[in-house]
């Protein structure tokens, strides 16, 4: 098993989170005008939580302006894609990606609805009988934009471009019988410290690594909200009338406001840690919006009679589950904890390096191992470069704050394969030791976390045995995790998917709001189409109260395509 494989079976095993998501009343902007902030704040399925103060604040030089032409005459409006053959039915039809286990969607949700029976507890809106289209392009990616961002954020050094190995680059160095190598989507880095941005087409990502974020101490959204919408104000980012909605755990939505109705899918996602700091942003990249014309709707009657014939593959659906799979993992003595490694003299990294290149040529390469770079004179950097793509052991002086490694010294370890151990962990004089279960040997583990208890089994993985002169070898360890109790108890439930039959749906709130949907024959981007959303409480009989949400595709279908 090679290193990327090993830690991505690693994080799909311990990263499996908490997640709340919904919405129901949508609050009307304080002013309407695309160029002004336009702040509410819309009640979830997350537990209650006080609201923050509207604002109107105006917003500072926004990247690109939304600008609404006149629609077009009704004999030239374009036919629309369904929702079924439009990626309408994943967020990442407007970029953001959902969990896994957050929603179950659209193929995946008939049979947990089939038996249902739905019951309506809201009035169904008379109004509107039309609507406008808009088409959202995706501005093509230019180092411009990247460094416009890149300033916005605060990020005031060079722009860089990842090095890849060459057999990646370049078909050329493969074998002849293999198949070419992946297209590269072409990002651009800046770093700063912990700060990392990175811009690619349409969706600029922020991370701050040294503020630590756990989603399963949330920050109250009240608390959270305006301090996202501060940090995005002073950065000159909400150019949009939009609210803020509670997103998944501890973080922050931002919903774009489309002829005053809301957009469901966020324009940007802020989290928010337990101690009101910004860990990350993910912000999308939205050009110049067009409108395709006005649009006939069919009524909201019409949408309920359609969701109660069956949820179709038409007809999207996202179920927040009230109780998560983390919370079964957890109940089922599953747990995970990642290695961190503290600021000090002799710190021992093994990984792929990571090299990017200034994009106007000048300066020397910057050389990152498992997000640390690494400070060192020039000449072992170019060395370094040539190692992408194979694992390296690296050796130094480490600083946390500044998250750099000053290297002391390197080798390549081009066929390094990860340990496996498993036993149970003492503490001795402040040491915890791993008592390997197969060979009897005791071992010493450097950093290990104090909440890993003692006495219950646990697995390692790490990556090398080292002598340092101490009364037992050190492993130099990947991360921990407890045992599973049985696996056979643990639920059959892919990533995404529910097993789920509800016998019951209350829908207690429609609103016509807009889904974003991919556009196959346009240019990249998306199509904002009105939606009927239908928002309420589904009960099964093993579990009461998911909150569900149906999108009920809402022009007309004489304006669909075949």
């Known amino acids: 098993m090679n290193q990327r494989t090993f830690l991505l079976t690693v994080l799909l095993l311990g990263v499996w989170f908490l997640i709340g998501c919904g919405g129901q009343t949508a609050v009307s902007p304080a002013n309407p005008l695309p160029t002004q902030a336009a702040v509410a704040v819309i009640e979830t399925a997350v537990p209650p939580q006080s609201a923050p103060t509207v604002s109107s604040e105006q917003p500072a030089q926004p990247i690109a302006e939304t600008v609404t032409p006149s629609a077009a005459a009704p004999a030239e409006r374009p036919l629309l894609p369904r929702f079924s053959g439009s990626a309408a039915n994943t967020n990442q039809a407007a970029g953001l990606n959902a969990p896994p286990a957050a929603l179950t969607i659209a193929e995946n949700a008939p049979g947990a609805f089939s038996a249902a029976v739905f019951t309506l507890n809201a009035a169904l809106p008379a109004e509107p009988a039309t609507a406008v289209v808009l088409r959202a392009p995706t501005p093509p990616l230019t180092i411009e934009q990247a460094q416009q961002l890149a300033l916005r954020f605060g990020f005031n050094g060079p722009i860089y471009t990842e090095i890849y190995p060459d057999i990646i680059q370049s078909s050329a160095n493969l074998p002849a019988d293999a198949a070419p190598p992946p297209e590269l989507r072409q990002t651009f880095y800046a770093f700063d410290g912990p700060r990392t941005l990175n811009v690619s087409e349409g969706v600029a990502y922020y991370t701050d690594g040294g503020v630590s974020f756990d989603y399963t101490t949330p920050q109250e959204f009240a608390q959270a909200a305006p301090l996202a919408e501060a940090f995005l104000q002073a950065r000159g980012l909400l ?75 038409d007809i999207v659906a996202e179920i927040a589950p009230q109780t998560a799979v983390a919370a079964a993992e957890q109940g089922n003595g599953f747990q995970y904890w990642p290695r961190t490694h503290p600021s000090g003299p002799d710190v021992h990294l093994y990984a792929w390096p990571v090299a990017f290149a200034p994009v106007d040529g000048s300066g020397p390469p910057r050389i990152q191992v498992l997000g640390y770079a690494l400070q060192a004179d020039e ?21 946390s704050a500044s998250n750099t490694l000053s290297v002391a010294g390197w080798e390549p370890q081009p066929a390094l394969n990860p340990l496996f151990k498993t036993g149970t962990i003492q503490r001795v004089d402040g040491q915890a030791r791993l008592q390997d279960a197969q060979s009897g040997e005791t071992f010493i583990l450097p950093d290990a976390p104090i909440d890993v208890a003692e006495g219950v089994p646990v697995n390692v993985v790490a990556w090398a045995v080292r002598d340092a002169g101490l009364a037992f070898p050190v492993l130099d360890w990947e991360g921990i995790d407890q045992q599973m109790m049985d696996t056979a108890v643990l639920p059959q439930v892919g990533l995404g998917e529910t097993a789920v039959a509800y016998s019951q749906i209350v829908i207690d709130d429609v609103a016509l709001g807009y889904y974003a949907t991919a556009d196959p024959e346009a240019v990249p981007g998306t199509l904002w189409q009105p939606a009927w959303r239908f928002q309420g409480t589904a009960v099964s009989g093993a579990d009461n109260g998911d909150r569900v949400v149906f999108y009920v595709q809402a022009v007309d279908p004489a304006f669909w395509r075949p």
Do not use: C, K
């Open 239 to 313: 150019d949009f009338p939009y609210v803020l909605q509670p997103g998944w755990g501890q973080e922050v939505f931002v919903l774009r406001l489309v002829d005053g109705r809301i957009l469901t899918q966020p324009d940007i996602s802020v989290g928010v840690n337990s101690d009101g700091q910004v860990a990350f942003v993910n912000y999308q990249v939205v050009g110049e919006q067009t409108v395709l014309g006005e649009y006939p709707l069919v009524s909201a009657e019409v949408a309920w009679q359609q969701l109660q014939a069956g949820i179709t593959a």
């Open 379 to 399: 000449a072992t950097l170019a060395a370094l470069v040539a190692q992408v793509g194979q694992t390296i052991h690296v050796w130094g002086s480490l600083d």
